[in-house]
């Protein structure tokens, strides 16, 4: 099976970018308009995030986000049988903040929310990451074939993918040696109340902590990851420093300037951003005070 599918994948990937984007048009279409794929979250979530703007103006959004979604599935497919000339043409940024950090000998934790396109600033990353090896954890895909698949192309530029189940036992063999990982930190604890309770858009929401707290433990350099659309099928990777010395910190400190950097971000390009990822899913209980972290508004009563 993971022949016939990798083949036709394959097939798919050699058509020129103008049809690609014409079928991706297409997936847009049916998404939005046909199925409505999750559209009451997102349309919820839009109006978390910006109850400022009108209807007319989060519709906008939503269906910005919605092609955007659609270009992304449809790259990741293309990029099988992408030249590296092309994808340099299509995906790049300024990797010597990172490299500087390696140089000197620093362990570095990339947080990063899950913007578009995640696939390709992964691959920019592993391709230009060369005095440090680079890591990534994920959540495999169910089927075996499509894993196997997506591990091929996620790997091409030599980057090392991590189950997620196993991470907490590989962890330990991980940091022996140096690294760079890369995390998706806007993920939901799946327990509410072990994380972070801050505001998020004016609502309180829950961050996972294990990236500060990994990040201290191990006293690595922190380094938030944007990725931006600076046109249809192209993408600019920004790194951004906060802190050299994460054992400098003190608990909070990473989330919340997580949660500013996450938020500037989304506001400049507010389409640019998985709004099918329902941030506000878990309510605030006062039971939670003690995990409060956002220290420019009280925990709600």
């Known amino acids: 099976m993971y022949y016939i599918i990798y083949g036709s994948l394959y097939l798919f990937s050699l058509l020129p970018f103008f049809i690609i984007y014409h079928i991706s048009d297409g997936v847009y279409f049916l998404m939005y308009y046909v199925f409505g794929y999750r559209k009451k979250v997102v349309m919820a979530n839009l109006q978390i995030a910006f109850p400022e703007k009108t209807l007319k103006e989060r519709k906008k959004i939503a269906k910005r986000f919605y092609h955007n979604l659609a270009d992304t599935f449809m790259e990741i497919i293309k990029f099988i049988s992408m030249s590296e000339r092309t994808f340099a043409k299509r995906c790049h940024g300024n990797f010597e903040?990172?490299?500087e950090l390696g140089k000197k000998g620093k362990n570095i934790q990339l947080?990063?929310?899950h913007q578009f396109n995640w696939e390709y600033a992964s691959l920019i990353l592993s391709k230009n990451i060369t005095t440090i090896?680079?890591?990534?954890?994920?959540?495999?895909?169910?089927?075996?074939?499509?894993e196997k698949i997506f591990l091929k192309i996620r790997q091409r530029y030599g980057a090392r993918f991590i189950d997620a189940t196993a991470f907490k036992t590989k962890k330990d063999e991980l940091f022996r040696e140096k690294y760079t990982l890369a995390l998706a930190a806007d993920q939901n604890p799946g327990n509410p109340a072990t994380g972070y309770w801050q505001n998020y858009f004016n609502r309180p929401a829950p961050f996972i902590t294990g990236p500060e707290?990994?990040?201290i433990k191990n006293d690595t350099a922190v380094v938030f990851l944007r990725s931006r659309i600076t046109r249809r099928g192209q993408y600019e990777c920004v790194s951004t420093l906060f802190t050299e010395h994460a054992a400098s910190t003190s608990p909070g400190d990473i989330t919340r300037g997580f949660r500013d950097f996450l938020e500037?971000?989304?506001?400049?390009?507010?389409?640019?951003?998985l709004w099918t990822h329902r941030r506000?899913?878990?309510?605030?209980?006062p039971a939670f005070i003690d995990n409060w972290i956002d220290l420019s508004a009280k925990a709600p009563d």
């Open 111 to 113: 947080h990063s929310g």
């Open 213 to 215: 707290k990994g990040a």
């Open 97 to 99: 903040l990172l490299n």
């Open 264 to 273: 500037k971000v989304i506001r400049e390009e507010p389409d640019n951003y």
């Open 133 to 146: 090896p680079y890591y990534a954890v994920y959540i495999p895909i169910k089927n075996k074939s499509m």
């Open 280 to 285: 506000w899913k878990w309510d605030y209980k």
